[in-house]
């Protein structure tokens, strides 16, 4: 079902997991009853999970640009594979696994309307269903059926820039140097410009100075032509991700980068054969746990929604009086979620993987 952890990069497994796992954390302390009686007991950690919790994003984002970065440009170079079909299989991948969350949520909601009215969406529609499947909610501005639906658009639309750019030097005599600094370009004018406005962020490029670092972290790895120059080359990148936290200082950014160099550490060590764990039973296990969770960190995101609204209404019908109840509501709803994406995963997500169908105008890709 999943491949041997040897054959996968714990160390971004750790950092899928640990993302994940902070934003269902966020989300559980940000709505309903649960989060409001966990409050009244420890009103300072609710706090944190709530302002501080969401910046887990920043993680994902890092994460999200290395991943796309090694899937596109293996080498470092040369983009693999034709772009339509790619953006193509991209969008399902994303698509499928996020409606069938979505149609979840929506069951959910009908099951506990009477108890948390001020959760659900205000209405539901065939074209609001139709934004969601093709991705466009936040562009169209139509209300959202779950939380984090905008991460799922935003997603798509940054591997379509990266895409995008690589196509476009794809060809020319200088596409191994050209595809690298178009990416660069467009991930300064995201921390120099774009990312100072927040009216940008239903768009990609408002986004993408954290899925650049992320991206450029992997191209300096294996780009054959930055052997022996990768430190200096690293290090003016984070000199110029650092002026654009001077020109204006955003915790966010600075999350992002600090992200993108521990991914550039944990991978030089990875290319260099150090293993993130020692060879021990104990070690081996916390592997495959770090294995698990990485795996199983999209399918927690996208279902943790619904696991939230049916715990929230069991407590406000059966125990909304009782602080220390609600704290053993929450801790539930966290475990639950993670059995949840279990399911999920085995049932969805991975089945929506297997589908390999293209357009007839793809196919040829």
Sequence with gaps: MRPPVSHRLLHVDALKALAAQLIVLHHLAAYGPVADAVQSLWPALIGFLYDEGRMAVQVFLVVGGFLSARGLLPDGQTLRGEPPALLWRRYLRLML?????????????????????ELLPSSVSVPQLAAHALLLHGVTGVESLTVGAWYVAIDLQLFALMLGLLWLAQGRPAAPVLGPLLLLALLLASLFWFNLDAGHDNWGWYFFGAYGLGALVHIIGKHPGLRGRRLPVALALGLLAGAA???????????????????????????????????????????????????HSYALFLVHFAVLLLVNALFEHLAPEHPFAGLWAMLGAWGLSNLAALLFYRWVELPASRVNWLPPGLRRA
Excluded: K, Y
């Design 97 to 117: 696994p996020f409606m069938g969350a979505v149609l979840l949520t929506l069951v959910c909601s009908l099951l506990v309307a009477r108890w948390l009215p």
């Design 245 to 295: 936290l001077l020109l204006e200082f955003r915790g966010r950014i600075a999350l992002a980068l600090l992200t993108a160099v521990l991914l550039a550490v944990l991978q030089w060590r990875a290319d260099r054969g150090a293993a993130l764990f020692g060879p021990g039973w104990l070690a081996q296990r916390a592997a495959a746990l770090i294995n698990h969770l990485g795996t």
